[in-house]
């Protein structure tokens, strides 16, 4: 057997021994040494200015992208609350003895409901003491984007005119 090794007196196995200057060299990698340590902290203030720079690359496009999911979000939304109060509206419409103050009426509450203000009401034919059984009755219902966004000043979408219509046959006898 030689100096570095010696056996296991439970096992029988060989053991290789670890020299001291092995040791020495192996605790200094460790991070013990003084040298080390300021080394170290220099590269973790270096990178702490390479983050800095790279958030400031990053951040534009990340608030960007966040704030169109923002707005367009709210649009899908506000078309749909439309899509439902001109179908709401048109339902009113075909049935008997309605009017058209009864379809403005009850498209008005329902998105005065859904927080949505602002909106414009068509209603085809008018008056709609002309529908007769089965004539189409159309209701538009339209408001601009920059009324209902969510965002102090829409960019993305703030000149759109959010658009929805419902149409169904009249149910008035003839």
Do not use: H
């Not at 923002?70 to 009113?92: D, H, K």
């Not at 068509?122 to 969510?150: A, E, H, K, N, R």
């Not at 000149?159 to 009249?170: E, F, N, P, R």
Request: positive net charge.
């Amino acid at each position: 057997m030689s100096a570095m090794q010696s056996q296991d007196p439970v096992t029988g196995a060989l053991r290789q021994s670890i020299p001291a200057k092995a040791k020495a060299n192996e605790s200094s990698q460790s991070g013990s040494d003084p040298a080390t340590r300021l080394q170290r902290r220099r590269r973790r203030r270096r990178r702490r200015g390479a983050f800095l720079v790279e958030f400031a690359v990053v951040a534009p496009v990340f608030f960007l992208l966040v704030f169109g999911m923002l707005e367009f979000g709210r649009m899908v939304m506000v078309q749909q609350i439309l899509t439902n109060a001109s179908r709401e509206g048109a339902r009113r419409a075909v049935l008997e003895q309605s009017t058209k103050a009864d379809v403005e009426n009850t498209i008005a509450v329902f998105l005065d409901n859904q927080s949505v203000s602002g909106a414009t009401v068509t209603v085809t034919p008018d008056p709609l003491t002309s529908v007769g059984f089965g004539d189409p009755v159309s209701v538009v219902v339209s408001v601009p984007y920059s009324q209902v966004s969510w965002l102090p000043t829409p960019g993305f979408l703030g000149a759109k005119q959010l658009t929805a219509q419902s149409v169904m046959c009249g149910e008035r006898a003839e």
